[in-house]
């Protein structure tokens, strides 16, 4: 929104002292991003001055009118410039820039001969004191215009203003406006603001201006016109309308069309002229049809949708309702008879009409931001009364008025709500007189008010509005900067734990996190092994992926692939993620309305909708997990490094070599908690590789963390600075028995003595089905030096334990 500060005057009494960086300051403090503020009287340096022509002299040897004039500029002796208009005349009064001074732009200006004769300075046009896009000719006074020759030239053409240019947020429509925005200075400096929506108005008669008929009352819920006949079509738009609305960056179009978007910078109200000689018969204002057809002003041809509102004659639609009018209805150059509309729109239904058919006019923009519905009448009344005063014709009696009010709302707000909110204490009195200020109709009580928002402000829907309005209207700066305390928590749930120390842990071996997109296609499942059924989206993304991941391998192979496409041989990836999982007998979602809450049982059903969404960790890797370098060879990845990175992410679990689809048979295991099977990891079969076309040998893992108890807290380590006893063993065991369920009996045959164990050594040649396994065992005691006879008898009590059990025996017995 850009506007000049006198025409703000007009409506709020400013001090006649006020600066442009104070109006920057004012308006920031009221929530108002100021984009810039241009002093217009400094857009001109140097001497700019009213003259009045003595002669003029016609220098006839040039291929182009050159004028040699003289100028009387209050001082003994006449300026000599020389002129190329010529719609000027001796005696008239101009503006002249004199030697030393800058026009906009940066444009100096000196004393030069030029065309045989010497040139002290020049007259100017509109275009060149950046007034307007007028170059037709230089700027000649009225004779009405009290100056003299010689006075500063400044505030006779309008540069003695301040050019505020806004940007104003979407919820607050009435700040597109002269109006709205004298009314938040009136705020600012506590001064008095004269409403121009109390202006006149002619209420509607029996006999309407047009006759009209509105179908859908619920995209315009009101619709105001007048007549205004006999209009001189030639009568220019003044300078004063067109200087604002230059200022403003809108065209001047001509008279009847320049009024109507001076009125609605004033007022607020987006208003639309028609030729009314060009309206055939009765007007309608209704939905579209499907593939009507308008010719828009700018020259297009729209194909509308059920959805647009068009006003509309005999001949069909003549305007898009609120956003753009249509040529068969618009005025032209000879149009002597003038109807004005000013109506109320829906806001939603022109901000979809103006997306569908990308017109984003002012109208537009003011209409989607809501407009003050109680302005109809005013707007025509003004628009009326301008195109007499500057255009002649008579102005019709008879007024159009159809108007559909809807019910007003109220708020209830709690009295101490602004207090609680903001943290600065607000009296009942306080807030109702800061409600009352911006219009609102206010009944105060002892710990409530009840509010009844102006007609201006839609904005203002619930007790949270009105509380920003309060602390807006009683200063921003009375709010303390200062740092709520922060509630105690209870710190991370188990679940968060979880996943932070699995993504950690992973980052820790070398994989790198992604998020991958839950749609996977049906062959990428059955590639992957997942016979399961998925959920299939109604309205997918891509009808190549539409249904919901089942499992987090689809995604992973997809960021595989793209990183092997980049260049990138070596990749380690991880993902935590939900998959989703239907139940086998699970309904389709219920068709619910947006017209009120959901029942009870409407509730339930939808959840019972909703698929089982367990939380999953898996990886992929494929080349160098140990990268190569001078240092030595690295290793390639294998089926274990998918197994180790399972056995980190779980604590307590069994693992079991297993043949399942999409692995390799024989390097794939599966891992079990508590006798739940709760995932798998391996090398992926290299038909699966192929299929894929991921390198061969690519190795996967994926668990189901939902199937994993929530681990606890881990208590600390007790250390003790007493020394270990370190004691080897070796056993020899079948070779199906796996190591760790060996490792998990030596734990629990040794007892608390044992501090640590670790597998060292595994030797495959002793033949008969056997093999041996080496771990080495530390014993600590926390309170003493253990003696060499404790730690024998743990050692001896463990391997007890696994020739028990397991029909071990100790190598070399």
Request: with cysteine; charged share 25%.
């Amino acid at each position: 929104m850009k506007v000049g500060v006198s025409w703000l005057r007009e409506f709020v009494e400013l001090p006649a002292s006020v600066t442009a960086q104070e109006i920057d300051k004012r308006l920031t403090n009221l929530g108002i991003e100021v984009e810039h503020v241009i002093d217009q009287r400094e857009s001109v340096k140097g001497e700019l001055v009213v003259g009045r022509v003595l002669t003029i002299e016609e220098l006839k040897e040039f291929k182009k009118p050159i004028r040699f004039v003289t100028l009387d500029i209050g001082r003994s002796e006449p300026q000599e410039v020389i002129c190329g208009a010529s719609n000027f005349s001796e005696g008239d009064l101009v503006v002249v820039i004199l030697p030393g001074g800058v026009l906009p732009g940066g444009f100096e200006v000196g004393s030069r001969k030029t065309y045989g004769r010497m040139s002290h300075g020049m007259i100017c046009s509109a275009r060149e004191l950046g007034l307007s896009d007028d170059h037709a000719g230089i700027i000649v006074l009225p004779s009405t215009v009290d100056a003299k020759p010689g006075e500063d030239a400044r505030p006779v053409v309008g540069l003695d203003d301040i050019g505020l240019a806004l940007e104003i947020t979407p919820d607050r429509g009435y700040q597109m406006s002269v109006r709205g925005l004298a009314r938040e200075l009136a705020h600012a400096y506590r001064v008095p603001f004269n409403d121009p929506a109390f202006g006149p108005r002619t209420e509607a008669t029996a006999k309407p201006a047009w006759p009209l008929t509105i179908d859908d009352t619920k995209g315009c819920d009101r619709f105001a016109a007048r007549l205004v006949r006999g209009i001189d079509p030639n009568a220019p738009t003044p300078d004063f309308m067109k200087r604002r609305l230059t200022t403003a960056g809108i065209r001047t179009l001509g008279l009847a069309i320049d009024i109507t978007n001076y009125v609605m910078l004033e007022l607020g109200q987006p208003m639309h002229a028609f030729d009314a000689d060009r309206i055939k018969g009765a007007v309608v204002v209704r939905r579209a049809q499907e593939k009507e057809k308008l010719t828009t002003l700018d020259g297009v041809v729209r194909v509308l949708s059920p959805e647009d509102m068009v006003i509309c004659d005999e001949t069909g639609p003549i305007s898009l309702a609120a956003v753009m009018g249509g040529q068969t209805s618009e005025v032209v150059d000879g149009t002597t008879n003038v109807l004005f509309e000013a109506a109320h729109w829906d806001p939603a239904m022109v901000g979809r009409t103006a997306r569908r058919h990308k017109l984003f006019s002012e109208a537009a923009k003011r209409w989607e931001r809501g407009v003050d519905r109680e302005l109809c009448l005013v707007a025509v009344e003004r628009a009326v009364s301008l195109l007499v005063e500057y255009g002649g014709g008579t102005p019709g009696e008879e007024v159009l008025d159809l108007n559909y009010p809807p019910e007003p709302v109220m708020i209830s707000m709690a009295g101490d709500q602004p207090t609680k909110l903001i943290g600065v204490e607000y009296s009942v009195d306080r807030v109702a007189d800061l409600l009352t200020e911006i219009g609102c109709d206010v009944a105060q009580y002892e710990d409530r008010v009840d509010v009844i928002p102006p007609s201006w402000r839609p904005d203002l829907r619930e007790g949270a509005d009105l509380v920003e309005e309060v602390v807006r209207l009683d200063g921003f700066e009375a709010v303390p900067s200062v740092l709520p305390i922060a509630p105690p928590g209870n710190g991370l749930t188990p679940g968060q734990r979880r996943r932070r120390n699995i993504g950690r842990t992973l980052a820790e071996q070398g994989y790198v996190e992604v998020l991958t997109y839950p749609f996977v296609s049906r062959e990428a499942m059955e590639t992957l092994g997942d016979t399961r059924h998925a959920v299939r989206l109604t309205n997918p993304i891509s009808e190549e992926e539409p249904f919901m991941r089942t499992s987090l391998l689809p995604g992973l192979v997809t960021a595989l692939r793209r990183n092997l496409g980049r260049g990138q041989r070596d990749v380690a990836l991880y993902e935590l993620g939900l998959v989703f999982l239907p139940g086998d007998d699970m309904l389709a979602p219920p068709v619910m309305g947006v017209d009120g809450r959901p029942s009870d049982a409407q509730w339930r059903v939808a959840n019972e909708a909703v698929p089982h969404q367990p939380l999953h960790v898996a990886v992929i890797l494929t080349g160098e997990f140990e990268r190569s370098g001078w240092w030595g060879p690295g290793r390639q990845a294998s089926w274990a490094d998918a197994v180790e990175a399972a056995r980190a992410v779980l604590d307590k679990h069994e693992i079991a070599q297993t043949v399942r689809e999409p692995f390799h048979p024989g390097r794939c295991a599966s891992f079990t908690v508590d006798g739940v099977e709760v995932g798998l990891a391996g090398e992926l079969h290299p038909a699966v590789c192929a299929a894929l076309d991921i390198p061969p040998g690519t190795c996967a893992m994926e668990l189901d963390l939902d199937r994993v108890p929530l681990p606890g807290l881990t208590p600390p380590p007790t250390l003790s600075n007493y020394p270990p006893a370190l004691i080897d063993v070796a056993l020899v065991l079948d070779r199906g028995i796996p190591a760790q369920v060996v490792q998990h009996t030596l734990i629990e045959g040794a007892g608390q003595l044992l501090e640590s164990i670790k597998l060292f050594d595994v030797y495959e040649g002793i033949g008969g089905g056997k093999r041996s396994l080496a771990y080495s065992l530390t014993f600590r005691a926390p309170d003493r030096t253990l003696k060499v006879e404790e730690a024998i008898a743990a050692r001896d009590a463990a391997v007890a334990l696994v020739s028990e059990r397991l029909g071990g025996t100790l190598r070399g017995a």
